[in-house]
């Protein structure tokens, strides 16, 4: 098992990651000042069953244990099942010296997290992610649910008191599932650390059949990089929005299929060869490292473009991007492999570059 620690300026908690790492969870608890009064672990129908009950045993008996489980799927990350949590929370006596458990993917964390974040104006929590997408959401304190007219609209920024990273939870992961949470590995490698990427390239030929010790200290330097940036820019002011790369074609994308039809690190894949595109042609470099990674993406598994996407329409969705600036869409780039900027792309040749990546 691994820990590192996520030095933010407003707060400082530590990670566990690796096989056993939920034995850390009933010790940090114990430790916690004020005592810990009572426990809610929220969770979904697919993660309970696998792995609630192994929770639930952890904690000591003499702490009440309250469970909410709510239905899995991003559509659940909804107005409705925060309420439904409020209440829950309320009804099982919750106060301000309470805990809640984040048991769950990316879902599970954003929710649960906000749910902490505005119970009784903020109370304590713990994530215990379980999926590999998770390794990303669950640090950082970014917190949140979707509204009907965007995703992620309405959070707060909440930073967990530990995130407890049990991988051996990977194993019951649909491979769809690790392949989306892979995106956000390569994408920690591309802007942040070149021989980190070439290694992932060298070892990483299949998801079906990662070792969990190639997986483990891949999941390690990809939450180092991530906590390296949020301990430079908390708020997301500055280099925090290096972590948006392949996200702006990503996110167009996952609305004009519909949320949920692609799965998120799917589209972020398609978004950061796309990103890779617009970087050869803004500082006028050869296209060698996006054929090389489109090669391997394919080798992965990640899926082709779908037929019947239309440049204009996912440009005016980029245009809608919470990062664009007057009207003009601000991408981030790549220089070079492990190198990362945000630059405003002119219209016409994001256009172009559009056009000719959806041929
Ligand atoms: P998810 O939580 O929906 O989990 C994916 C699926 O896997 C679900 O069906 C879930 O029930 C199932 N599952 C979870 N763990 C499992 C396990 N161990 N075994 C078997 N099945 C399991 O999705 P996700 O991909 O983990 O996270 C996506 C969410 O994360 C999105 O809402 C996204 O907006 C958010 N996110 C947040 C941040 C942040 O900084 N807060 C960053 C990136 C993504
Ligand atoms: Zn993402």
């Known amino acids: 098992?691994?820990?590192?620690?996520?030095?933010?300026?407003?707060?400082?908690?530590?990670?566990?990651?690796?096989?056993?790492a939920l034995q850390q969870l009933p010790l940090l608890i114990q430790e916690l000042t004020?005592?810990?009064?009572?426990?809610?672990?929220?969770?979904?129908?697919?993660?309970?069953?696998?792995?609630l009950g192994k929770v639930a045993a952890l904690l000591s008996s003499e702490t009440?244990?309250?469970?909410?489980?709510?239905?899995h799927g991003d559509q659940e990350k909804s107005f409705a099942n925060y309420i439904a949590c409020q209440t829950k929370a309320l009804e099982s006596g919750l106060d301000r010296r309470s805990l809640i458990i984040a048991l769950g993917g990316g879902m599970i964390g954003d929710l649960a997290g906000?749910?902490?974040?505005?119970?009784m104006r903020g109370i304590r929590f713990i994530q215990v992610p379980t999926t590999l997408l998770a390794h990303d959401s669950a640090v950082g304190g970014k917190t949140g649910i979707n509204h009907e007219l965007g995703k992620n609209m309405i959070g707060a920024f909440h930073h967990p008191e530990a995130v407890i990273y049990p991988i051996?939870?990977?194993?019951t992961l649909p491979v769809n599932e690790i392949r989306s949470g892979f995106a956000e590995v390569i994408k920690h490698a591309l802007i942040k650390d070149e021989v980190f990427y070439r290694a992932l390239h060298e070892e990483v030929r299949s998801l079906t059949e990662v070792g969990s010790g190639t997986l483990q200290k891949a999941i390690v330097t990809g939450i180092q990089i991530k906590a390296d940036i949020v301990r430079q820019d908390e708020r997301e002011n500055g280099?925090?929005?290096?972590?948006?790369?392949?996200?702006?074609?990503?996110?167009?994308i996952e609305a004009e299929l519909g949320y949920g039809k692609w799965t998120h690190g799917d589209a972020v894949a398609a978004g950061m060869r796309f990103a890779l595109r617009v970087g050869a042609a803004v500082y006028g470099i050869p296209l060698i490292e996006e054929k090389e990674m489109n090669a391997w993406l394919i080798e992965l598994g990640y899926p082709p473009l779908p037929a019947g996407l239309e440049a204009e329409r996912l440009l005016a969705r980029m245009k809608k991007d919470k990062k664009s600036h007057r009207g003009t869409v601000q991408m981030v780039l790549l220089p070079r492999i492990g190198r990362a900027e945000l630059l405003e792309v002119p219209d016409p040749l994001l256009k172009r570059e559009l056009q000719s990546f959806l041929a």
């Open 1 to 20: 098992m691994e820990q590192l620690t996520v030095a933010a300026p407003s707060k400082h908690y530590p990670v566990f990651v690796g096989e056993n």
């Open 34 to 51: 004020p005592a810990v009064t009572r426990i809610l672990i929220i969770t979904d129908d697919n993660v309970a069953p696998l792995y």
């Open 64 to 71: 009440t244990v309250h469970e909410h489980i709510l239905p």
């Open 114 to 119: 906000f749910v902490a974040s505005t119970y």
């Open 168 to 171: 051996e939870c990977l194993r």
């Open 239 to 252: 280099v925090r929005a290096l972590l948006n790369f392949g996200h702006t074609l990503g996110h167009a």
